[in-house]
């Protein structure tokens, strides 16, 4: 059973920056993709971006390309999301997860989500 653990949200202006860091133990992960998904408040859970655990191989959410840049340092089993250029739309909690592959990442493991409000 894999075990993630999500840091680093917190409040930002617009225009800032934030990343946050997905940390992953319980087994190896080589065959397995990682990913973030968040959720706003009476807000439908939205794909954010994936990677591959090689990290060659990475997806994005339309409403984030360009801003959001995802990597994953296998060394430390922890995958990060660096956030530039913020919006207020950006707020909500934010989920790493963990699974088999893109189209079955949302049914795969799941860390207890973090916090991430931006203000305008």
């Known amino acids: 059973q894999v075990q993630l653990v999500e840091s680093g949200g917190g409040l930002v202006q617009a225009g800032g920056s934030l990343r946050l860091s997905c940390a992953a133990s319980g087994r190896t992960f080589s065959a397995y993709v990682m990913g973030w998904f968040r959720q706003a408040p009476g807000k439908e859970r939205e794909f954010v971006a994936a990677?591959?655990?090689?990290?060659?191989?990475?997806f994005y959410g339309d409403s984030v390309k360009g801003r959001f840049t995802i990597s994953i340092d296998n060394s430390k089993n922890t995958m990060y999301l660096q956030m530039n250029s913020l919006k207020s739309e950006d707020t909500a909690v934010y989920y790493c997860?963990?699974?088999?592959?893109?189209?079955?990442?949302?049914?795969?493991?799941w860390g207890q989500g973090t916090q991430v409000t931006v203000s305008s």
């Open positions: 990677i591959n655990w090689s990290g060659g191989v990475t």
């Open positions: 997860a963990e699974g088999r592959n893109l189209a079955t990442l949302h049914l795969g493991s």
